[in-house]
């Protein structure tokens, strides 16, 4: 891939629940600070994606941030930046299967039954399954497809609400009526919140070892990514800011799960909720499109070094497709899809996404100067703020976190001791 390509996969990394869901919520949280919010998530990103960047140009191999811990920092930092990656991607990948079951029998008019929902979900699981193990051609072009027609329907959501609210009536920005603590206590946790919606910009260096001139095309493509990204989000808050006030946005965030929807409903544009409904469709198709890709890299580099089964780390003598690897991706999925909403997602996700940020962080300053590409101090801004961050996530999600990192330790314990031979001294 060029820059151009791996720039796709990056808007379809980060296009999809963050910015159809969350901005809704940390607006309801914050009111106009939360453009603030926006920008500030995502320099954050922006300097945890330079990390990452920097270690994909020095170490370009599939695997990220698992490659990574395991090379500059220890073997546990590694295994367990990796695993709580795959746990946490696993999750928004079930729930953007849901999400796309949910918008596709809405749109049809048909009931949400738990069993017709799981079964559409499921489906687009097997769909985006077999379109991936058709190797990395077919995945660039349904990627490009899905993030056209994605992007279009924001495009059309931000022209709308410009053209349509000044007749209709704008609300005025304000800010949510707090204390000053309060306030800055929702600003903090909508920004940790919004961190997670840039996530996907990240996921770009995980592909390395199919990025043609990587030193060049990852940074490039990263900024791209992430410059594209701010300016929809920001545009995107300000109408929906404008169009239905603070709270309400809020509102239709977390009662409805379609806060968008709900703003293109005031516009009174025939069919313009089909259109965002479409491509709302399409955002968590290309959700779950890069999860399944950078997750089997992933499993891919794990099994290389024993850390999963071996049968895990096979290629494709064709076109080096890591076929089992996307079929355990995809299984452990469908598994989760069974179970339906996963109510937790996005908070265990920002849990895993700032775990992972001082990871690489501390990875990242290991660089010598001569293998830097950017400032030092991008790295500590990038460290300092992970830490900070995480203490605005709830603690039961801190909990859930750390055991199951203490269950990825015993499992990598196991897994190393069965390997280890009786002329090991170890």
């Known amino acids: 891939m060029g820059w151009f390509s791996a720039t796709i996969l990056g808007l379809a990394s980060v296009i999809g629940v963050g910015i159809f869901v969350s901005v ?11 453009i603030g919010a926006l920008v500030l998530a995502g320099v954050l990103s922006g300097c945890n994606s330079l990390n990452l960047a920097q270690l994909a140009v020095n170490h370009p191999v599939s695997g990220g941030i698992y490659e990574y811990g395991y090379r500059y920092l220890t073997p546990w930092l590694g295994f367990t930046g990796g695993w709580i990656y795959l746990l946490g991607k696993i999750a928004v990948a079930a729930t953007a299967a849901l999400g796309f079951a949910g918008y596709v029998l809405n749109t049809l008019g048909l009931n949400q039954d738990h069993t017709l929902l799981v079964l559409v979900a499921e489906s687009a699981v097997f769909l985006l399954t077999f379109i991936i193990l058709g190797g990395m051609t077919r995945s660039k072009v349904v990627a490009l497809l899905t993030v056209s027609v994605t992007i279009s329907s924001l495009l059309f959501l931000i022209i709308g609400g410009m053209v349509t609210l000044p007749k209709t009536g704008f609300q005025p920005l304000t800010f949510i009526e707090a204390n000053p603590f309060t306030q800055v206590q929702h600003f903090l946790e909508s920004v940790a919140l919004l961190f997670v919606a840039y996530n996907g910009a990240a996921r770009i260096s995980m592909l390395g070892e199919e990025v043609t001139n990587p030193e060049q095309n990852i940074p490039r493509a990263i900024f791209t990514t992430l410059g594209t990204t701010v300016i929809l989000y920001v545009a995107v808050a300000v109408v929906g800011l404008g169009c239905l006030g603070a709270t309400a946005f809020g509102r239709a965030a977390t009662e409805q799960a379609a806060p968008l929807q709900v703003v293109v409903e005031k516009f009174g544009i025939v069919g313009g909720s089909g259109l965002l409904s479409m491509g709302a469709i399409t955002a968590t198709l290309s959700v779950l499109l890069s999860v399944i890709l950078g997750l089997s890299r992933m499993l891919l580099a794990m099994g290389r070094r024993g850390d999963m089964p071996k049968i895990i780390a096979q290629l494709t003598e064709k076109d080096a497709t ?23 997602t996005w908070s265990f996700a920002a849990f895993g996404g700032l775990y992972r940020s001082v990871i690489v962080s501390l990875a990242a300053l290991q660089l010598s100067e001569e293998e830097r590409l950017y400032p030092r101090w991008v790295t500590w801004v990038s460290l300092s703020s992970g830490f900070f961050l995480a203490f605005w996530i709830e603690w039961q999600v801190w909990l859930i976190g750390f055991g199951l990192i203490g269950v990825g330790l015993i499992w990598h314990s196991v897994a190393k001791q069965s390997q280890r031979t009786p002329a090991d001294p170890c």
Do not use: F, Q, S, Y
Request: hydrophobic share 70%.
């Open 322 to 344: 890591p076929i089992w690897a996307i079929v355990g991706v995809a299984i452990a999925i469908a598994l989760l899809v069974l179970t339906g909403a996963v109510k937790t």
């Open 24 to 34: 809704g919520i940390a607006a309801g949280l914050t009111g106009a600070a939360v």
